[in-house]
């Protein structure tokens, strides 16, 4: 789960963290307030939403006196913001967040994160600050730092300094090596308290004052913790998530929207991912990952299909169930039920295998949709007859 930069400040500052002074303003009227409050001779209003990349799209104005806070807060205030991150249709801005503007004399990129390969913590810090990070680790990798916290001991002393000179702290002054060194420990401390996921800071700067700070903030929960942090919940914003996966969170289905064109509909996880390669294979894309679980039943069914017809770009959809727990029979009673509720104008391609697997297949054949529902044996040949159906509708 995302939060916006301006509750993620708020939660890094808890732990020690500096970041600019700054408050969150939905209105116009309300921007200006704040710009005033803060006084100094700058200020940045910056939109707020969850994608990254704001600055290049136009949604971080550096602004100078009140008229400049007033005309950037109402250009961006309402935007449709798009950015690289945000998909093409972009995000509207509902939020701004107004903060004094600094003088930075160098921009670093910092990140605490998983890392899984070595099932460490890993803090990933660069020089190559305020620009795509991507780009850095894939031109010269030899700019990205990095420190893995052994979670018996935890973040040590010595690593903190380590990384602080070898980003070059100390050209800044003894203050910045300090700055540098307290910054990154509150940021560990919020990464393990919060049970964060991510932790970006992008850029982290040293002012022409040698006071280093947070200057932006991007948080994201591990959700399996999320019933330790009531409080962290009150944050998400609904608005800032696909609507499809809100709809099937509350009817606790595991679904990612993707861009494809074969709805996908498996018991799983890992069958999920195996059965989204396998359409690939066969030339389709998958328009969902979708996991019903162990224990699904007749009503998750056709929670399911709602949600998948509801992306007009599907064409077909494969449902490629194994019966362990569950029994194939009632999946396709289910889907029978559900195709005729829910008034299914697309193919749906069957691949029911174990428990009551028989069963299931009589179902199918007598439930008058032939044609429409297509039992396939085999996965291979299942997700090879989706993707022909999906075609041969164009
Ligand atoms: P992002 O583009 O969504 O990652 O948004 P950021 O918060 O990183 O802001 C983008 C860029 O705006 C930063 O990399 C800075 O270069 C610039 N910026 C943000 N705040 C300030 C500020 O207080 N002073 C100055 N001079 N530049 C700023
Ligand atoms: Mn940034």
């Known amino acids: 789960m995302k939060i916006h930069e301006y509750q993620a400040k708020q939660i890094i500052a808890q732990y020690g963290a500096t970041v600019p002074q700054g408050h969150m303003a939905q209105s116009v009227e309300e921007a200006v307030k704040i710009a005033k409050n803060l006084g100094g001779p700058v200020q940045v209003v910056k939109a707020q939403i969850h994608a990254g990349g704001r600055g290049k799209g136009g949604g971080v104005k550096v602004s100078k006196g009140l008229d400049a806070v007033k005309e950037s807060a109402t ?14 249709g972009g995000q ?17 990129y910092f990140s605490i994160l998983v890392d899984r390969a070595s099932k460490k913590i890993v803090m990933i810090a660069s020089r190559e600050g305020g620009m795509e990070i991507e780009e850095v680790a894939e031109k010269t990798p030899e700019k990205i730092l ?41 940021l560990y401390q919020t990464f393990i308290q919060e049970d964060c996921d991510l932790l ?52 606790d289905l595991n679904f990612i929207k993707l861009e494809g064109e074969i709805g996908c509909m498996v018991n799983g996880a890992g069958f999920a991912m195996a059965t989204m390669d396998l359409i690939h294979d066969y030339g389709g894309t998958p328009a969902n990952f979708l ?41 396709a009673s289910g889907v029978v039920k559900a195709f005729k509720s829910v008034a299914l104008k697309i193919p749906v391609v069957v691949r029911l295998e174990g428990t009551n697997a028989k069963k299931a297949h009589e179902i199918i054949n007598q439930s008058g949709l032939e044609g429409k529902l297509v039992m396939v044996d085999g996965f291979g040949p299942a997700a090879q007859k989706a993707v022909e159906l999906a075609k041969a509708q164009g």
């Open 75 to 88: 250009a961006i205030l309402g935007m449709q913001l798009v950015t690289h991150q945000t998909g093409p």
């Open 92 to 108: 509207k801005v509902k939020t701004l967040l107004i903060e004094e503007g600094m003088d930075i004399k160098k921009e670093f």
């Open 146 to 186: 990095k420190e893995w916290i052994n979670p018996v001991t935890g973040l040590r002393p010595f690593q903190v300094s380590r990384l602080a000179y070898a980003l070059g702290f100390d050209q800044y002054g003894k203050a910045a090596v300090k700055g540098a060194k307290k910054l990154f420990t509150s």
């Open 200 to 251: 970006e800071i992008n850029p982290l700067i040293v002012t022409k004052e040698g006071r280093v700070l947070a200057l932006d903030c991007k948080m994201s929960f591990d959700s399996n913790a999320l019933y330790r942090h009531p409080m962290t919940v009150e944050l998400r914003d609904l608005d800032e998530e696909d609507p499809a996966e809100v709809e099937a969170s509350q009817h």
């Open 291 to 331: 996991d019903v679980g162990g224990t699904a039943d007749e009503e998750r069914v056709e929670n399911a299909f709602r949600i998948i017809t509801k992306d007009e770009k599907v064409k077909c959809i494969l449902i490629n169930i194994f019966g362990g727990i569950v029994r194939c029979d009632m999946i």
